[in-house]
């Protein structure tokens, strides 16, 4: 079993940044790889941002050049989102995978223009 804990949500403006992070407890040895998600308000759960033990990330088109993942020890992930837009709206969670996928409680961020 993992465990996760998120934290770093927050009420931000248009343009503004901030950092999420998550720490795995745990089972930790057997994770492949961590990332984001989120969910809007009457939207499906979409991927943000993934990135694996090995240092490869992957990004939602709409987060390219603005958000950067980084993994710190194997068992935390950043998520620093600058340039905040509107539609960045949305609950926030914390995934990892091991031999199955592990979810954080989610963390609400919400940009105010």
């Known amino acids: 079993q993992v465990q996760l804990v998120e934290s770093g949500g927050g009420l931000v403006q248009t343009g503004d940044s901030l950092r999420l992070s998550c720490a795995a407890s745990?089972?930790?040895?057997?994770?492949?790889?961590m990332g984001w998600y989120r969910q809007a308000p009457g939207k499906q759960r979409e991927l943000v941002a993934v990135?694996?033990?090995?240092?490869?990330t992957n990004y939602a088109d709409s987060v390219k050049d603005r958000f950067t993942i980084s993994m710190f020890n194997k068992n935390t992930v950043y998520l620093q989102m600058n340039s905040l837009k509107s539609e960045d709206t949305a609950v926030y969670y914390c995934?990892?995978?091991?031999?199955?996928?592990?979810w954080g409680q989610g963390t609400q961020v919400t940009v105010s223009s």
């Open positions: 995934n990892t995978k091991t031999f199955q996928n592990y």
């Open positions: 745990g089972a930790i040895f057997n994770i492949r790889s």
């Open positions: 990135i694996t033990i090995s240092g490869n």
